[in-house]
């Protein structure tokens, strides 16, 4: 077993050399119930990661973001709250998520990356996370739109173009909107809503 490389990120290095869990290993894990659907980890980069707590502003603006980006959904396409996106290393549970329907389309497996347009976070406290270890899932996995409600600086950050799984995934664009501005809801490459900011913020 190869020993690797400790994170940069708020993902705590263990005290020993360890291997990560493929998403097939972290299946079979929930399945045989040594880990609970509602168990407070997330699958990330091969890592089972505390989920970050989460207090009533977050809470407030996922409320807000779920109702400002519902009212502007297609019919082809529906939102997931807190639900997980399976990846080909990560299977993250991001507070919003949009994807195409039909409902009945996941019965027997969580959405991927080409069923998704756009994924949601609301950071406070998990800002930094969010930014770095969320931000390199996405855009290793082609997730077309990231938007981070970010609640520390009250505004949203809006990821795009990912670069998908080279040696340093990343957002190649990066733009902010604050509250007087407008943020485009882009699904399929296509701009369908704008959405005020001061919607989306507690």
């Keep these: 077993m190869s020993i690797l490389t400790p994170p940069t990120d708020l993902i705590q290095w263990p005290p020993e050399p360890a291997r990560r869990l493929t998403v097939a290993e ?4 929930l399945k045989a119930g040594i880990l609970r659907q509602d168990d407070p980890f997330e699958l990330l980069e091969g890592w089972l990661v505390p989920k970050m707590t989460r207090n009533a502003p977050h809470d ?3 409320s807000l973001a779920e109702q400002a980006i519902d009212r502007e959904l297609p019919e082809e396409w529906f939102r997931r709250i807190q639900s997980a996106v399976t990846t080909a290393d990560s299977e993250p549970e991001p507070d919003i998520a949009v994807v195409r329907g039909p409902r009945r389309r996941y019965l027997q497996g969580h ?3 080409k069923d998704t347009g756009l994924l949601v976070e609301v950071a406070d406290s998990s800002l930094q996370r969010d930014r770095t ?3 390199r899932v996405n855009a290793r ?3 077309p739109v990231y938007w981070i409600v970010n609640l520390i600086d009250m505004h949203i950050e809006v990821y795009t173009d990912p670069s ?3 040696a340093e995934p990343h957002y190649r664009n990066r733009q902010d909107y604050g509250p007087g501005d407008c943020v485009p809801l882009v699904l399929d490459g296509q701009e369908i809503a704008r959405i005020p900011v001061r919607d989306l913020l507690p």
């Design 141 to 143: 996995s082609m997730i």
């Design 164 to 166: 998908g799984p080279d």
């Design 111 to 113: 959405p991927g990356p």
């Design 133 to 135: 270890t969320k931000q």
């Design 60 to 62: 407030v603006a996922v």
């Design 26 to 29: 972290y299946h079979e894990m």
